[in-house]
Structures are given as structure tokens and as C-alpha cells.
Nanobody, 125 residues
Framework: VQLQASGGGLVQAGGSLRLSCTASGGTSSTYAMGWFRQAPGKEREFVAALSWSGGSTYYAASVKGRFTSSRDNVKNTVYLQMNTLKPEDTAVYYC???????????????????WGQGTLVTVSS
């Protein structure tokens, strides 16, 4: 499956952006989907994830209450709605997909099978 992330850009602190990740060559509803980010000089970190069923979502503590992830199975797309953005949210954001497997390790980048190319989010102060 190929993943295409989009929607990044430059926004002022307190603003919002919505990232999209569209899957091709597969059906996103059969995968667990994750969002990660990597800031300059830092390791890639977990942001959010959706379970295969879409019934469960998981968030990093740093974004909980500000970010919301959802999926549209008809469009084969997952979204990351980012509100109240902060300068420390500046990073390249990646979407990832995992085939069904247990145990669930949504927070672990190594658990995912497929990755998108990343989209840059810059939050100015």
C-alpha cells in the first residue's frame, strides 16, 4: 500500500491545520493507521493512531485534547485535525499503516509496515 500525506504548511501559534493521508493499492480500513512526527535533531515520535476498526484512537500526551484523528473509509483517507498549534508542534508529520497483528504497539514506529513521505508543519510564535 502507498500512503500520501498532505496538508502541511505554515501557521501561527494557536491556529489549526488538517493533515490527510490517502492510501492507494490497499484499503485503509484494513490497517491500523498512525501519525508520527520528527522535529529537526529529534527522534521520530508517536502522535496519534486509529485501530483497525476505527473504534479506538490513541494520542500522545503532548497532543491529547488538541489533535483529533479520524478516518473516511470511502475515501481511503485518514485525517489529523490539529488545533491550538504550538511552536513545539513544528515537525515533519508522517502517516503509517500496520497490517493486523498483535500485540498492539500503536506508539512504536517499528510496528508499522508502510510509511508516507511526510508533510512539513511549521508553527510560528
Amino acid at each position: 500500500v502507498q500512503l500520501q500525506a498532505s496538508g502541511g504548511g505554515l501557521v501561527q501559534a494557536g491556529g489549526s491545520l488538517r493533515l490527510s493521508c490517502t492510501a492507494s493499492g490497499g484499503t485503509s480500513s484494513t490497517y491500523a493507521m498512525g501519525w508520527f512526527r520528527q522535529a529537526p535533531g529529534k527522534e521520530r515520535e508517536f502522535v496519534a493512531a486509529l485501530s483497525w476498526s476505527g473504534g479506538s484512537t490513541y494520542y500522545a500526551a503532548s497532543v491529547k485534547g488538541r489533535f483529533t484523528s479520524s478516518r473516511d473509509n470511502v475515501k481511503n483517507t485518514v485525517y489529523l485535525q490539529m488545533n491550538t498549534l504550538k511552536p513545539e508542534d513544528t515537525a515533519v508529520y508522517y502517516c503509517a499503516a500496520s497490517l493486523p497483528k498483535y500485540p498492539n504497539r500503536y506508539y512504536d514506529a517499528k510496528w508499522y509496515n508502510f510509511w508516507g513521505q511526510g508533510t512539513l508543519v511549521t508553527v510560528s510564535s
